[in-house]
């Protein structure tokens, strides 16, 4: 019992990151139909900045800000300068786009940063927290608390406020939404600036547990992108569920069957969604009127 609550909890620690990655893609595709591979780069700058920031003698509270601005100028700077420009380019160029701007980002760190692993120290302390006789790391909590907030927060924007209201309309029917009044260009630069401080704050929250470096954000995308794709890509809920099962699945093949694949299990849960379900376990199947 304790063995598999061990897992369970690593499970989902990890997968609440692979969520918040997933939401970063989510949020981006409603907004503007691109499937944007700089995600992860998203979070290898949270947990980066943070670290080089708190080490030149900054507190940790406002190296976190300081770090999440940095984000999020970065992701308003990728939407104004190539993304914008490609306005009516293939869904093939625009992915290629990112991939480039993941690649330019990445390679930046490594003469910005350094390419040494850097770890922060724990928010709460390290000394491990008994839970039916499992050992939890106290940053578990920190890491599933702030997911729980993220969605929460992201929920009543999307449904309270009339910014968010704005965010949905474009997704559902971009043209409609111009028809309308609504800037479309702003809610797409909010999609991206928003999609980077989500992501961002999941490096900040999982770095003092997985360590951070210049180019671990190549594997977060693609492990994000795996669990957008197992939720439904374009639902929030799905993305935060597809990131949680994920998360599990990984945690409990590499406790159960062999930790030499744990990465695998991403790319074959991307193989079996495309096979048996295209649409996602949440998502829904498409029609067209002709």
């Known amino acids: 019992m304790a063995e598999f609550l061990q897992f369970l909890v690593s499970g989902l ?6 969520a918040l990655v997933a939401l970063g893609f989510t949020l981006i595709y409603n907004a503007s139909d691109v499937v944007n591979f700089a995600q992860g780069e998203f979070v290898m700058l949270g947990g980066m900045v943070t670290v080089f920031a708190s080490a030149a003698g900054v507190p940790l509270p406002l190296a976190a800000l300081i770090a999440i601005g940095v984000a999020v100028a970065v992701g308003l700077l990728l939407y104004w300068c190539a993304i914008a420009p490609a306005r009516g380019a293939s869904a093939v160029s625009l992915i290629i786009i990112t991939i480039g701007a993941s690649i330019l980002l990445r390679g930046a760190a490594q003469i910005v940063f350094d390419k040494q692993f850097h770890k922060l120290p724990s928010f709460s302390g390290d000394a491990p927290v008994g839970l039916f006789g499992a050992a939890v790391q106290p940053q578990s909590f920190w890491v599933l608390g702030g997911t729980a907030v993220i969605v929460l927060l992201l929920y009543l924007f999307m449904e309270r406020t009339l910014l968010g209201k704005a965010v949905v309309a474009t997704a559902a029917n971009r043209l409609a939404a111009k028809l309308v009044g609504i800037n479309t260009s702003t809610v797409m630069a909010l999609a991206f600036g928003g999609s980077a401080a989500i992501g961002a704050i999941a490096g900040i929250l999982i770095t003092p547990i997985t360590l951070t470096s210049y180019d671990v954000g190549t594997l977060l995308a693609l492990k994000g992108f795996a669990a957008a794709m197992l939720g439904g890509m374009g639902n929030p809920l799905g993305a935060v569920a597809g990131g949680l099962l994920l998360g599990l699945l990984e945690a409990f093949g590499a406790g159960y069957l ?9 790319f074959l849960v991307i193989l079996g969604v495309l096979f048996a379900a295209p649409q996602g376990l949440f998502g829904r199947r498409g029609v067209d009127r002709v």
């Open 13 to 18: 620690t990890v997968g609440a990151v692979y």
């Open 258 to 266: 062999s930790s030499t694949y744990k990465d695998a299990f991403a």
